[in-house]
Nanobody
Framework: QVQLVESGGGSVQPGGSLRLSCAAS????????IGWFRQAPGKEREVVSC????????YYTDSVKGRFTISRDNAKNAVYLQMNSLRPEDTAVYYC?????????????????WGQGTQVTVSS
């Protein structure tokens, strides 16, 4: 059974950091593209970052470039999202998802399995 479980969310002040984890089970993570998405209240789910197998391609949406870092630990079957210099506009539920293709795509339709999400709140 394919499962993705996010953890590491929480509440931080602006400028703070969080590290999100995405633990995979039921499949070998290193064979798949993994994406991080987020959804703020009243907004559509948007891609934040994506990493291909062997880390050949790493994608970041413009608003997080230089602040967020995606990485994967295939031995642990996990993907991480290090988030630094957090801003109030980063507040959202963050999801990891397994891609259906061998390259990063920004459409939610390109991802077949999703975690339950973890809440990130940035507020003073």
């Amino acid at each position: 059974q394919v499962q993705l479980v996010e953890s590491g969310g929480g509440s931080v002040q602006p400028g703070g950091s969080l590290r999100l984890s995405c633990a995979a089970s039921g499949f070998t993570l290193d064979r798949y593209v993994i994406g991080w998405f987020r959804q703020a209240p009243g907004k559509e789910r948007e891609v934040v970052s994506c990493i291909t197998t062997s880390e050949r391609t790493i994608y970041y949406t413009d608003s997080v470039k230089g602040r967020f870092t995606i990485s994967r630990d295939n031995a642990k079957n996990a993907v991480y999202l290090q988030m630094n210099s957090l801003r109030p506009e980063d507040t959202a539920v963050y999801y990891c998802a397994r891609g259906n293709y061998l390259y990063c795509r920004d459409s939610t339709a390109a991802y077949g399995y999703w975690g339950q999400g973890t809440q990130v709140t940035v507020s003073s």
